[in-house]
């Protein structure tokens, strides 16, 4: 258990009345991490969704040629980890502590049964995930208009597969 107030001011939070908030703070264990420290690795199963208190999470994905490469991070109030609870078992990116961390960490089944159990939390809940996903697609999205405008109008660009 945490204390309520750890929670009140983060997003997800924002929407949820008093016994909803109450029941997540009993639902949470906290979490102190250190910078480096793996909360979760790309294509491995994790039963938990997290949201930061404090600090700053990494989230990577190994490209093609093997280096492992951040996409972005994840700041306080944020959640992350959320893909089990749309079904996604199978970790879309690795997540590691880029600064020293405070999280209040959740059970999947745990949230996923009070989700099912009362809609009016349900809703409230998984529209700040759809707001957070949204916003990481956002991101990702101007991420890639940046490559590709900087690919297409570098005189140091190839313009053509097999340049020299």
């Known amino acids: 258990m945490?204390?309520?107030?750890?929670?009140?001011?983060?997003?997800?939070?924002?929407?949820?009345?008093?016994?909803?908030?109450?029941?997540?703070?009993?639902?949470?264990?906290l979490r102190e991490c250190s910078v480096g420290t793996?909360?979760?690795?790309?294509?491995?199963?994790?039963?938990?969704?997290?949201?930061?208190?404090?600090?700053?999470?990494?989230?990577?994905?190994?490209?093609?040629?093997?280096?492992?490469?951040e996409i972005d991070t994840v700041g306080p109030g944020e959640l992350l980890g959320w893909s089990p609870i749309f079904g996604r078992h199978a970790m879309t990116a690795s997540a590691h502590a880029a600064t020293e961390c405070r999280l209040a960490v959740f059970e999947v089944q745990r949230i996923v049964a009070l989700l099912e159990r009362d809609p009016r939390f349900g809703l409230a809940f998984l529209r700040q995930v759809g707001l957070q996903v949204s916003d990481r697609l956002r991101s990702t999205r101007r991420a890639l208009a940046l490559v590709r405008t900087l690919t297409h109008h570098s005189p140091y660009a190839l313009r053509h597969e097999g340049s020299d």
């Open 2 to 29: 945490i204390p309520p107030e750890e929670l009140k001011d983060a997003p997800f939070a924002r929407e949820l009345d008093a016994a909803h908030l109450n029941e997540l703070a009993r639902m949470a264990r």
């Open 38 to 69: 793996v909360l979760f690795e790309e294509e491995q199963d994790s039963p938990f969704i997290f949201c930061v208190l404090r600090g700053v999470i990494s989230l990577q994905v190994v490209e093609p040629y093997g280096e492992s490469v």
